[in-house]
Every structure is written in C-alpha cells, then in structure tokens.
C-alpha cells in the first residue's frame, strides 16, 4: 500500500518564528489533507489539497503532485499552533485515508 | 457546514463492560462512515469502513466481534467494544464523507472518543 512520510517528526519554535512541514507518499493520490490535532484530541482540518497551492491566514500548503510531496507552511507561529500535524493521503480506487506519523509541534513563548 | 458529531466524549468503565460510541452526519448524509484508533502519541490507524445497510469492512488484524460496527440510517453509525478489557483503552475518532461527493473529496471528522477501562 501507500507509505506516507512525514518529516520533521519533532518541531520546537518560538513564537514568531516560520516553519515548514513537508509530507512524502509513495504513489499517486486522489486526496490529501492536512489536519492539526490539538491537545484535546479534536482534529482539525486545515487543507483538501490534492494539488496546487492553497493559503488561509497564516498558514498555506502547496502539493507537487508529480513528485508526490506536500507542504504545509506556517507563519509567525503562536502558541495555539501547537499540537500534530497530520497529512493523510487516499490512493487509488479505495476510499481509505492513510494517515502519517504526523509532526509534533510546541510553540514556546 | 459539514459537521460530524460524535458521543460521549469520555468513557470511564469497569472491565468487561460493553461500551457504544455514536458518530452522526448533522447537516449532511454519509453512506460512509470510518472509525479510528489513536494510541498515545501515534497517528490515526483506520479500523474499519461503516456502510449503510451493509455490515462494515474490517481492516487487517481488527477483530469484527470485539468491535461492532452498525450503520442503520445515513447519519448515524455506532461502535461497540463488547465485553471492554485495558488494552481496549484508546482514542477513538470516527469520520463522515457527503453521499454527494466523491470518494476522493474530504473528510468530517468527528471529536473523538476517549476510552479508559480500569
């Protein structure tokens, strides 16, 4: 099946500061999208981007398709933006959302 | 739009309980529902795929017994852990997709549930 890889595994920032997240799969895919998970569990969907560029506030997310990676950028980050970021893929014919390791981000004040 | 509502929150209970989870579509129907497992600083593992009408597709070295899925209406599906042990304990988070999209569109996923058997 699919392999979704997400790097970095780990992100420490201060608050202010940019970051980017970047997600790898391993074939074609149909979906994708970016979700944050908060604290209290509770996931957030941040982007559907199967292709193209997207922006929304600080944050934005650009998927390259052909070499199969995705970005999720965000900006002068605060510390609500702490939290997992997840990317999640669906591939081929199957209606089944992989999901990444995700990335571990803590903003510092 | 497009908000999947999922109940209770928080579970507490003695071994050996059964426990139901409900994860309803409020403002749209989803002929497809997904249940989730989330362990401790791991990502989300997919169970299995809810079909209304029809029993549910388990994925690979989930037990259909130990998790009972029912999808009876097109905004409503259940699942139980029957006869709940610790290892049972988990976050559980369950997701919808609009019977009007297509299968490669997103997602509504609903807040999770927190299982704690003692």
């Known amino acids: 099946g699919i392999q979704v890889e997400q790097s970095p595994p780990d992100l420490i920032l201060q608050e202010g500061a940019n970051s980017t997240l970047r997600c790898n799969f391993s074939d074609s895919v149909n979906n994708l999208q970016w979700f944050h998970q908060n604290p209290w569990g509770q996931l957030i969907n941040l982007f559907y981007?199967?292709?193209g560029t997207k922006q929304n506030g600080r944050l934005s997310a650009t998927t390259v398709a052909t070499e199969r990676y995705s970005l999720l950028y965000i900006s002068s980050s605060q510390t609500t933006d702490s939290g997992v970021y997840f990317c999640a893929v669906v591939s081929g014919g199957y209606n089944k959302l992989i999901f990444g390791a995700g990335t571990r981000l803590a903003v510092h004040p | 739009g497009a908000v999947v509502s999922q109940h209770p929150s928080r579970v507490i209970c003695k071994s050996g309980t059964s426990v139901k989870i409900e994860c309803r579509s409020l403002d749209f129907q989803a002929t497809t529902m997904f249940w989730y497992r989330q362990f401790p600083k791991k990502s989300l593992m997919l169970m299995a795929t809810s079909n209304e009408g029809s029993k549910a597709t388990y994925e690979q070295g989930v037990e259909k017994d130990k998790f009972l899925i029912n999808h009876a209406s097109l905004t409503l599906s259940t699942l139980t852990v029957t006869s709940a042990h610790p290892e049972d304990s988990s976050f559980y988070i369950c997701s919808a997709r609009d019977l009007l999209e297509y299968s490669n569109q997103p997602q509504h996923f609903g807040d999770g549930t927190r299982l704690s058997i003692l």
């Open positions: 981007i199967p292709s």
